[in-house]
């Protein structure tokens, strides 16, 4: 039933910034663990940061750490992935994804994400 919808991508040069946003339909995102997961031609899905429902702990591919900032703003039901010194190799479709309501910690792990949103896509080129 939890609907997710990303915006916020773009094309921008390398070491510019972005801010992914994802926006929950009638459910609030205060109950979910949420994770953002992006997907490269060629590549399988991975994840790059995830934030809990429970205590509010964040979590980040070694690959983006210093880089992203995962976030909740609860007044506007919206998770954010603020994304700074952008790289090539970051050039991928973004999407957020909720875990069940039960498992309120999250994980790096997109098997293991119940709802998905429809994906935006972010292009780091010269």
């Known amino acids: 039933q939890l609907q997710l919808v990303e915006s916020g991508g773009g094309l921008v040069q390398p070491g510019g910034s972005l801010r992914l946003s994802c926006a929950a339909s009638r459910f609030t995102l205060d109950y979910y663990a949420i994770g953002w997961f992006r997907q490269a031609p060629g590549k399988e899905r991975e994840g790059v940061s995830c934030i809990s429902s429970s205590d509010g702990s964040t979590y980040y591919a070694d690959s983006v750490k210093g880089r992203f900032t995962i976030s909740r703003d609860n007044a506007k039901n919206t998770v954010y992935l603020q994304m700074n010194n952008l790289k090539p190799d970051d050039t991928a479709v973004y999407y957020c994804?909720?875990?069940?309501?039960?498992?309120?910690?999250?994980?790096?792990?997109?098997?293991?994400?119940?709802?998905w949103g429809q994906g935006t896509q972010v292009t780091v080129s010269s």
């Open positions: 994804a909720a875990r069940g309501i039960l498992f309120r910690l999250c994980v790096l792990s997109s098997p293991e994400y119940n709802y």
